[in-house]
Protein backbone atom coordinates (compact mmCIF):
# COMPACT_ATOMS: atom_id res chain seq x y z
CA UNK A 1 0.00 0.00 0.00
CA UNK A 2 0.78 3.38 -0.17
CA UNK A 3 3.63 5.08 2.34
CA UNK A 4 2.71 8.70 3.11
CA UNK A 5 5.07 11.40 4.81
CA UNK A 6 3.06 13.80 6.93
CA UNK A 7 4.55 16.90 8.42
CA UNK A 8 5.06 18.58 10.93
CA UNK A 9 4.12 15.72 13.33
CA UNK A 10 3.22 18.11 15.91
CA UNK A 11 3.45 22.13 16.39
CA UNK A 12 1.98 24.87 18.86
CA UNK A 13 0.60 27.74 17.55
CA UNK A 14 -0.04 31.37 17.92
CA UNK A 15 -3.53 32.33 17.39
CA UNK A 16 -3.95 34.29 14.34
CA UNK A 17 -1.41 32.44 12.54
CA UNK A 18 -1.13 29.57 10.00
CA UNK A 19 0.21 26.06 9.62
CA UNK A 20 0.81 24.36 6.37
CA UNK A 21 0.80 20.65 6.86
CA UNK A 22 2.58 19.01 3.92
CA UNK A 23 1.58 15.23 2.53
CA UNK A 24 3.99 13.41 0.55
CA UNK A 25 3.28 10.44 -1.21
CA UNK A 26 5.41 7.56 -2.34
CA UNK A 27 3.02 6.88 -5.34
CA UNK A 28 0.87 8.54 -7.71
CA UNK A 29 -2.47 9.06 -6.53
CA UNK A 30 -5.71 10.78 -8.02
CA UNK A 31 -7.34 12.03 -4.91
CA UNK A 32 -6.10 12.90 -1.84
CA UNK A 33 -8.09 13.61 1.58
CA UNK A 34 -7.90 15.72 4.61
CA UNK A 35 -9.65 15.24 7.87
CA UNK A 36 -9.35 17.01 11.29
CA UNK A 37 -10.17 15.06 14.09
CA UNK A 38 -10.80 17.34 17.29
CA UNK A 39 -9.70 15.93 21.03
CA UNK A 40 -11.79 13.13 21.91
CA UNK A 41 -13.87 12.55 18.80
CA UNK A 42 -13.76 10.32 15.44
CA UNK A 43 -12.34 12.08 12.04
CA UNK A 44 -14.15 14.39 9.82
CA UNK A 45 -13.42 15.00 6.60
CA UNK A 46 -12.13 18.52 5.23
CA UNK A 47 -12.14 17.94 1.61
CA UNK A 48 -11.15 15.80 -1.41
CA UNK A 49 -7.69 17.07 -3.19
CA UNK A 50 -7.48 15.73 -7.16
CA UNK A 51 -4.35 17.17 -9.41
CA UNK A 52 -5.29 20.19 -11.33
CA UNK A 53 -8.32 21.30 -9.97
CA UNK A 54 -9.44 22.75 -7.25
CA UNK A 55 -10.36 21.27 -3.70
CA UNK A 56 -14.02 19.95 -2.87
CA UNK A 57 -15.04 20.84 0.59
CA UNK A 58 -17.38 18.88 3.24
CA UNK A 59 -20.27 21.03 4.49
CA UNK A 60 -18.56 23.50 7.25
CA UNK A 61 -15.55 23.55 5.82
CA UNK A 62 -14.58 26.87 3.70
CA UNK A 63 -10.91 27.68 1.53
CA UNK A 64 -10.91 30.71 2.89
CA UNK A 65 -9.45 28.64 6.29
CA UNK A 66 -8.19 25.62 5.19
CA UNK A 67 -6.65 26.11 1.29
CA UNK A 68 -5.39 23.39 -0.31
CA UNK A 69 -2.81 23.05 -3.01
CA UNK A 70 -2.44 19.66 -4.73
CA UNK A 71 0.49 20.66 -7.22
CA UNK A 72 0.69 16.98 -8.63
CA UNK A 73 -0.07 13.04 -8.15
CA UNK A 74 2.08 12.96 -5.21
CA UNK A 75 1.94 15.95 -2.71
CA UNK A 76 -0.58 18.00 -1.15
CA UNK A 77 -0.54 20.34 1.40
CA UNK A 78 -3.24 22.00 3.71
CA UNK A 79 -3.50 25.25 5.31
CA UNK A 80 -5.28 26.32 8.49
CA UNK A 81 -5.67 29.48 8.43
CA UNK A 82 -6.37 32.63 11.15
CA UNK A 83 -5.84 30.53 13.92
CA UNK A 84 -7.94 29.64 16.88
CA UNK A 85 -7.96 27.30 20.07
CA UNK A 86 -10.31 25.97 18.17
CA UNK A 87 -8.84 24.95 15.61
CA UNK A 88 -6.72 22.60 18.08
CA UNK A 89 -7.05 18.55 16.43
CA UNK A 90 -5.19 16.58 14.94
CA UNK A 91 -4.89 17.00 11.08
CA UNK A 92 -4.42 13.67 8.67
CA UNK A 93 -4.01 13.33 4.81
CA UNK A 94 -5.90 9.52 3.53
CA UNK A 95 -5.36 8.40 -0.21
CA UNK A 96 -6.59 5.27 -1.62
CA UNK A 97 -4.19 2.42 -2.10
CA UNK A 98 -4.51 1.36 -5.50
CA UNK A 99 -3.08 -2.50 -4.38
CA UNK A 100 -5.80 -3.26 -1.83
CA UNK A 101 -8.69 -0.37 -2.21
CA UNK A 102 -8.08 0.20 1.28
CA UNK A 103 -7.26 3.96 2.55
CA UNK A 104 -4.10 4.55 4.17
CA UNK A 105 -3.25 7.46 6.27
CA UNK A 106 -0.59 10.02 7.56
CA UNK A 107 0.46 9.76 10.65
CA UNK A 108 -1.27 13.34 11.75
CA UNK A 109 0.06 16.77 12.92
CA UNK A 110 -1.02 17.30 16.52
CA UNK A 111 -1.83 21.33 16.28
CA UNK A 112 -2.27 23.41 19.50
CA UNK A 113 -3.01 26.62 19.27
CA UNK A 114 -2.14 29.09 22.64
CA UNK B 1 -23.37 12.39 7.83
CA UNK B 2 -22.08 8.73 8.96
CA UNK B 3 -24.20 6.14 7.59
CA UNK B 4 -23.17 3.78 10.71
CA UNK B 5 -24.06 2.93 13.85
CA UNK B 6 -21.56 1.26 16.37
CA UNK B 7 -22.11 0.75 20.06
CA UNK B 8 -19.32 3.04 22.10
CA UNK B 9 -17.22 0.80 23.61
CA UNK B 10 -16.74 -2.88 24.66
CA UNK B 11 -14.80 -5.78 26.23
CA UNK B 12 -13.13 -8.76 25.59
CA UNK B 13 -10.83 -11.12 27.23
CA UNK B 14 -7.21 -11.74 25.63
CA UNK B 15 -7.31 -14.47 23.61
CA UNK B 16 -10.91 -14.75 22.93
CA UNK B 17 -12.69 -13.72 19.49
CA UNK B 18 -13.98 -10.05 19.38
CA UNK B 19 -16.94 -9.33 17.56
CA UNK B 20 -17.70 -6.08 16.90
CA UNK B 21 -21.38 -5.42 15.25
CA UNK B 22 -22.47 -2.48 12.54
CA UNK B 23 -25.42 -1.17 11.56
CA UNK B 24 -25.47 0.88 8.18
CA UNK B 25 -29.20 0.34 7.02
CA UNK B 26 -29.30 2.94 4.49
CA UNK B 27 -26.30 1.54 2.37
CA UNK B 28 -27.06 1.40 -1.34
CA UNK B 29 -25.74 -1.37 -3.28
CA UNK B 30 -22.73 -0.29 -4.81
CA UNK B 31 -21.31 1.06 -1.28
CA UNK B 32 -18.70 -1.10 0.36
CA UNK B 33 -18.06 -1.38 4.29
CA UNK B 34 -14.69 -0.71 6.10
CA UNK B 35 -13.15 -0.88 8.92
CA UNK B 36 -10.16 0.71 10.41
CA UNK B 37 -8.66 0.65 13.96
CA UNK B 38 -7.07 3.78 15.54
CA UNK B 39 -4.84 2.86 18.46
CA UNK B 40 -4.06 6.06 20.65
CA UNK B 41 -4.27 9.33 17.93
CA UNK B 42 -1.83 7.13 15.27
CA UNK B 43 -3.23 7.44 12.09
CA UNK B 44 -6.30 4.60 11.35
CA UNK B 45 -5.11 1.49 10.22
CA UNK B 46 -6.84 -0.33 7.71
CA UNK B 47 -8.59 -4.15 8.51
CA UNK B 48 -10.50 -5.04 6.03
CA UNK B 49 -13.53 -4.48 3.55
CA UNK B 50 -16.46 -5.81 1.58
CA UNK B 51 -19.49 -5.67 -0.76
CA UNK B 52 -22.14 -8.08 -0.10
CA UNK B 53 -19.82 -11.30 0.33
CA UNK B 54 -18.02 -12.56 3.62
CA UNK B 55 -14.42 -11.42 3.85
CA UNK B 56 -11.33 -12.56 5.62
CA UNK B 57 -7.91 -11.75 5.47
CA UNK B 58 -4.85 -11.94 8.19
CA UNK B 59 -6.12 -9.86 10.74
CA UNK B 60 -9.69 -10.27 11.11
CA UNK B 61 -13.12 -11.49 9.24
CA UNK B 62 -16.21 -9.41 7.88
CA UNK B 63 -19.74 -10.67 8.05
CA UNK B 64 -22.08 -9.08 6.05
CA UNK B 65 -25.83 -9.61 6.30
CA UNK B 66 -27.88 -10.95 3.33
CA UNK B 67 -29.42 -7.39 3.15
CA UNK B 68 -26.18 -5.58 3.71
CA UNK B 69 -27.99 -3.56 7.08
CA UNK B 70 -25.39 -4.64 9.54
CA UNK B 71 -22.06 -6.29 9.06
CA UNK B 72 -19.51 -7.70 12.11
CA UNK B 73 -15.80 -7.70 12.43
CA UNK B 74 -14.39 -10.22 14.24
CA UNK B 75 -11.31 -10.84 15.50
CA UNK B 76 -10.27 -14.24 16.22
CA UNK B 77 -7.81 -14.23 19.19
CA UNK B 78 -8.08 -10.94 20.45
CA UNK B 79 -4.49 -9.53 21.77
CA UNK B 80 -3.86 -6.73 24.33
CA UNK B 81 -2.13 -4.87 21.33
CA UNK B 82 -6.04 -5.10 19.64
CA UNK B 83 -6.92 -2.33 22.25
CA UNK B 84 -8.28 0.43 20.30
CA UNK B 85 -11.01 2.68 18.82
CA UNK B 86 -12.77 0.48 15.96
CA UNK B 87 -14.38 2.38 13.27
CA UNK B 88 -17.13 0.96 10.59
CA UNK B 89 -17.16 2.95 7.91
CA UNK B 90 -19.19 3.35 4.93
CA UNK B 91 -17.57 4.36 1.19
CA UNK B 92 -19.82 6.71 0.10
CA UNK B 93 -20.62 5.38 -4.03
CA UNK B 94 -19.52 7.72 -7.11
CA UNK B 95 -17.20 9.89 -4.37
CA UNK B 96 -14.31 7.41 -2.94
CA UNK B 97 -15.03 9.01 0.19
CA UNK B 98 -14.84 7.29 3.53
CA UNK B 99 -17.02 9.26 5.79
CA UNK B 100 -16.42 8.03 10.01
CA UNK B 101 -18.81 7.26 12.50
CA UNK B 102 -18.38 7.52 16.47
CA UNK B 103 -16.64 3.80 16.29
CA UNK B 104 -16.30 1.40 19.25
CA UNK B 105 -13.88 1.57 22.10
CA UNK B 106 -12.83 -1.54 22.17
CA UNK B 107 -11.23 -2.73 25.25
CA UNK B 108 -9.21 -5.99 25.62
CA UNK B 109 -8.14 -7.32 28.93
CA UNK B 110 -5.72 -10.15 30.26
Known amino acids: SAVISQKPSRDICQRGTSLTIQCQVDSQVTMMFWYRQQPGQSLTLIATANQGSEATYESGFVIDKFPISRPNLTFSTLTVSNLSPEDSSIYLCSVESAVNYGYTFGSGTRLTVV | ?110
Open chain 2, 1 to 110: DAKTTQPPSMDCAEGRAANLPCNHSTISGNEYVYWYRQIHSQGPQYIIHGLKNNETNEMASLIITEDRKSSTLILPHATLRDTAVYYCIVRVADTDKLIFGTGTRLQVFP
